[in-house]
């Protein structure tokens, strides 16, 4: 029986993508796209979310791409511009659930520097039980590790507890530990998972 319900943030609660910077900066959607497949490459980003300071992770890349620096540079002094509000039908499944008795949990991969910049600024973030930041961590989904810390540092059971997450990596290590766990790819078949698999009223 499911009590606990876990949310990735980004992709699933929140608006995140570097396009909604690069593809203002470099005024072409096909530049962006090469600059993030072959400069600041999912893998650098995910350092950052690992603790890495911003500041060494843009030094690294900079010197690795010298031609690049400005471009570098504002992927953490723009950063902000990567933001573009809450998934609002998500985040109604969210608040109904709380409000059905279930609680409530949040696991991302997130930079510390910039998931607390921003976390007051998104009413969503006041909503859960509890939450694990990887960067806090030094911990990074789909390792087993990271969901284990959740569930210890609550007191969850694995078995009542159900993940969300658009990455299909990060599904696949949680029912690696035991959670049942669920790839989101939108509010409404979210919502038809919910009530006609797992049985969740809300």
């Not at 096909?30 to 497949?37: H, Q």
């Not at 603790?51 to 791409?65: D, H, M, N, R, T």
């Not at 059905?100 to 520097?113: D, P, R, V």
Request: glycine letters at 6%; a negative charge.
């Amino acid at each position: 029986m499911i009590k606990n319900v876990v949310f990735d943030f980004g992709g699933v609660l929140v608006d995140w993508n570097p396009h909604y910077l690069y593809d203002k900066y470099f005024g072409s959607r096909e530049k962006a796209d090469w600059f993030l497949e072959n400069v600041c490459r999912y893998s650098w980003n995910i350092q950052m979310d690992a603790g890495k300071p911003f500041a060494e992770g843009i030094a690294e890349l900079q010197s690795e791409f010298p031609e690049w620096s400005e471009a570098i540079e504002i992927y953490h002094s723009r950063w902000i511009e990567m933001m573009n509000g809450q998934i609002e039908g998500s985040v109604d499944i969210l608040r109904r659930l709380k409000s059905a008795g279930y609680k409530i949990y949040g696991l991302t991969n997130w930079s510390a520097e910039t998931f607390y910049m921003i976390r007051d600024s998104y009413p969503v973030f006041s909503e859960f039980d509890g939450m694990v930041v990887s960067a806090d961590e030094h911990l990074l989904k789909p390792d087993s590790a990271i969901y284990r810390c959740l569930l210890q540092r609550y007191s969850l059971q694995a078995e009542e507890s159900l993940f969300i997450d658009d990455n299909a990596d990060n599904v696949a290590g949680a029912k690696a530990v035991g959670m049942e766990a669920v790839q989101f790819v939108g509010a409404q078949e979210l919502e038809r998972v919910l009530r006609e698999v797992y049985a969740l009223e809300f």
